[in-house]
């Protein structure tokens, strides 16, 4: 639509939150070697950092204007982080703006969320009723303008005020933080600045676990299946009450573990003879991502994992 807009400020190549997130894609090998290709050592550090915060705004700029053009408060339905990567064209880049709190990902809801858009951004409709709405305001400022100099004092002051207000509230994009220094963290925030390493965790399956099939190809289904794991190994309990990982160094070791609690199982390994619907079955990595794979190998060890 002519004159639609979205908010952006002039500052915005500089936020942390876009050198976070161009950190976060330029230790992607794909990305980073594809933006660096002609220049080497030094300078191609250099180049691809400086080019990934321009391509950063960017993206952020392409993701905000969807939200506003598809969505009434910067929610989409039906979606996850993934999407987000398919809008811009960059592998991880939604996994990027979760870690600096710039969208949020509930699987529950299968909805992506972009924190406080519709305090900044409105539809074009919401604008227009916006843009009538400050024309009545300038016509009621003129005519109390009418009645007394100490009434246009007095109005103009509010008007100041309520204006600074509104701006202070717009400065900065993102959620805000716990209301108080005592509230427990949520799962959300136990993974935040975390984006699923999916790269690693595969290499580890292959290495503990080389006779089972390998993994060739990362489909959305597995990439949430991989999320939703990494995010319960930093955010749940072992049965003695520890947890099970508190830094990404810490779930790693854990998901090692863990395969290899699943090389010993004869069942999985197809060490045992199977009959019946498992006569051909064969135990993969979508099996041991699933709640019933986990079950399996966790419960049927006398370790708590």
């Known amino acids: 639509m002519a004159g639609d807009w979205i908010k952006m400020r002039t500052s915005l190549l500089t936020n942390p939150k876009v050198n976070g997130i161009a950190r976060v894609l330029e230790a992607s090998r ?20 400086n080019v990934m915060r321009h391509v950063t705004v960017s ?69 227009s009723a916006g843009a009538k709405s400050a024309a009545q305001r300038q016509k009621e400022y003129r005519d109390r303008k009418k009645q007394s100099d100490g009434d246009v004092t007095r109005d103009v002051t509010r008007d100041v005020t309520r204006d600074r207000r509104e701006e202070k509230s717009r400065e900065e994009i993102g959620p805000k933080g716990p209301s108080s220094p005592d509230e427990p963290p949520t799962a959300a925030a136990a993974v935040a600045g ?11 399956y292959h290495e503990r676990l080389p006779d089972l099939p390998r993994v060739k190809l990362m489909p959305k289904t597995r990439q949430r299946a991989l999320r939703k794991l990494w995010g319960w190994v930093l955010s749940s309990k072992k049965s003695d009450g520890s947890r099970r990982a508190t830094s990404a160094d810490e779930a790693m070791a854990w998901l090692a573990g863990y395969f290899a609690r699943a090389a010993e199982n004869d069942f999985l390994m197809g060490r045992t003879p199977r009959s019946g619907e498992h006569a051909n079955w064969r135990c993969d990595l979508d099996f041991l991502l699933t709640d019933k794979g986990m079950r399996h190998v966790i419960e049927k060890t006398q370790e708590a994992a």
């Open 30 to 49: 794909d990305v980073s070697r594809a933006l660096s290709t002609g220049y080497s050592g030094d300078m191609s550090e250099i180049v691809t950092r």
């Open 194 to 204: 975390l984006p699923c390493p999916y790269d690693r965790i595969v290499e580890l």
């Open 59 to 127: 993206s952020l700029l392409i993701v905000w204007g969807a939200a506003n053009e598809h969505t009434d408060d910067g929610v989409f339905k039906s979606a996850d982080l993934s999407d987000i990567d398919d809008m811009v064209g960059i592998p991880g880049f939604g996994e990027a703006m979760e870690s600096v709190g710039w969208a949020s990902y509930d699987a529950d809801s299968n909805t992506v969320t972009l924190p406080n858009f519709s305090e900044y951004n409105t539809s074009g409709a919401s604008r």
